[in-house]
């Protein structure tokens, strides 16, 4: 499956158009297509300094009009996550990150409550153990190389910011290696909100090599087009993280100032 000329370790521009809104969800279509790309930008899919195609390009793939897509982008620039040049050579230009500060993260995982994360869990189970299937069935050698690229650069990963980015590009990879656009933009809104909650300090450096394990042996079953095995192995992945997540929440509502 070919999609863009990323490299086989990086998830890019190339699928941008992985990012279009694949049903109404009640809010107006540019302010859908905003935080499509705003959580690309957040996840680490799209990268600063990164050029975003054409308006003309870029409307096309999403699937919009070029002034919806002119409200998404202005939306964008307002907060400093892009800027636009005009002329020659000018374009949408991804110039900073929306990455979710710890002490932000931390806040938001300790004011979920324990079913709001077994929810967030569950359905990242339920995206990540179709998309190994699938990857399993329908993936080439071009998929598996990329997703080992993803699984390597996971293991090199020195930082929450990193982690954080390289194991939304790995689950989004798997999406891309299903050939589904819905499971991929299902993955992004996952990665999202549930990758700023996993990946904190201290616990983090706990969970990131057993992760790094389990991203490798996802990957040599679907090598193997074994559909059962890679499912199985997603599942178990997914629900470490979510208990990986469950416990940092409940470790920070135990270490909460008790009211007065």
């Not at 990268?47 to 409307?59: H, I, K, Q, T, V």
């Not at 002119?70 to 005009?86: D, H, K």
């Amino acid at each position: 499956m070919t999609q863009g000329t990323e490299d086989a370790g990086t998830v890019t521009a190339g699928y941008i158009g992985l990012l279009a809104p694949s049903e109404p969800d009640g809010r107006a279509l540019a302010e859908q297509v905003a935080h499509q790309l705003e959580t690309a930008i957040t996840i680490g899919l799209l990268n600063d300094g990164e050029r975003l195609p054409s308006e003309a390009d870029l409307s096309a793939q999403l699937g919009v009009s070029t002034i919806t897509l002119r409200q998404a982008l202005a939306s964008l620039r307002s907060r400093g996550l892009i800027a636009t040049r005009r002329g020659r050579g000018g374009g949408s230009i991804v110039c900073g990150t929306a990455a979710v500060p710890v002490d932000e993260a931390r806040r938001r995982l300790r004011d979920k409550s324990t079913e709001e994360l077994r929810d967030l869990g569950d359905f990242c189970s339920a995206v990540a153990t179709a998309s190994a299937r699938l990857a399993a069935l329908r993936a080439d050698g071009e998929d598996v190389q990329r997703l080992r690229g993803l699984c390597e650069e996971f293991r090199l990963a020195d930082s929450v910011d990193a982690l954080r980015r390289d194991d939304s590009r790995f689950h989004i990879g798997l999406g891309v290696a299903a050939q589904s656009r819905r499971l991929v933009a299902a993955t992004v809104q996952i990665q999202g909100e549930l990758t700023p909650l996993l990946w904190l300090p201290p616990a983090h450096q706990s969970r990131a090599g057993a992760a790094a394990r389990e991203h490798a042996e996802i990957v040599d079953a679907i090598a193997a087009g074994d559909a059962a095995r890679a499912q199985a192995l997603a599942v178990a992945h997914c629900e470490r993280d979510a208990e990986t997540v469950i416990d940092g929440h409940l470790e920070l509502v135990l270490a909460a100032p008790k009211p007065t």
